[in-house]
T-cell receptor, first 113, second 111 residues
């Protein structure tokens, strides 16, 4: 049990729609990273937030955006959903950008039809 | 650019046997992680290796890091069925703290 929660657990959306996924970190965790994990593959880094500012971004288009809030919660927003966006989305939080431990949430399984 | 390669990608073994999963990375990484993932589940942290020669052990799993060879290994001793899972290694790219992941090794341990 990492203390990191995500909602919803599962979600089915139609191509072209928009989706918001949520993550609640442990109190005091100033960083949150989001990852996309397609079936049978390793996670791919989407972006990281540190104290409510984007601190790094992977190779994902601008239709993937995020927010981090002062209450240690965060959101991943995906616009104009494509079939290839179907994946497990994981958030991971940590104390600081240099801290070595990340705590992963249980993930949100997104299916785009 | 940091790239991480694992091998093998699939491993089927008998209980009681020993085996090693290899993780090679392409450029400087300031730390190396090993994670376990059960089907449909999230990632469970196993080890974080911070320096050359680091060795960590937990039960039947032992991880090591050779920064000169850019190689980490995860050794399984006397495997048991409960260790069946997919194992990932990940390197942290020091320029932006991003984790770069290997493709994973799916381990099946047969009774």
């Amino acid at each position: 049990e990492t203390g990191v929660t995500q909602s919803p657990t599962h979600l089915i959306k139609t191509r072209g729609q928009q989706v918001t996924l949520r993550c609640s970190s442990q109190s005091g965790h100033n960083t949150v990273s989001w990852y996309q994990q397609a079936l049978g593959q390793g996670p791919q880094f989407i972006f990281q937030y540190y104290r409510e500012e984007e601190n790094g971004r992977g190779n994902f288009p601008p239709r993937f955006s995020g927010l981090q809030f002062p209450n240690y919660s965060s959101e991943l927003n995906v616009n104009a959903l494509e079939l290839d966006d179907s994946a497990l989305y994981l958030c991971a939080s940590g104390w600081d950008i240099s801290s070595y431990e990340q705590y992963f949430g249980p993930g949100t399984r997104l299916t785009v039809t | 650019e940091l790239k991480v390669e694992q091998n093998p990608l699939f491993l089927s073994m008998q209980e009681g046997k020993n085996y090693t999963i290899y993780c090679n990375y392409s450029t400087t990484s300031d730390r190396l992680y090993w994670y376990r993932q059960d089907p449909g589940k999230s990632l469970e942290s196993l080890f974080v290796l911070l320096s050359n020669g680091a060795v960590k052990q937990e039960g039947r799993l032992m991880a090591s890091l050779d920064t000169k060879a850019r190689l980490s290994t995860l050794h399984i001793t006397a495997a048991v069925h409960d260790l069946s899972a997919t194992y990932f290694c990940a390197g942290r790219w020091p320029s932006n703290y991003q984790l770069i992941w290997g493709a994973g090794t799916k381990l099946i341990i047969k009774p």
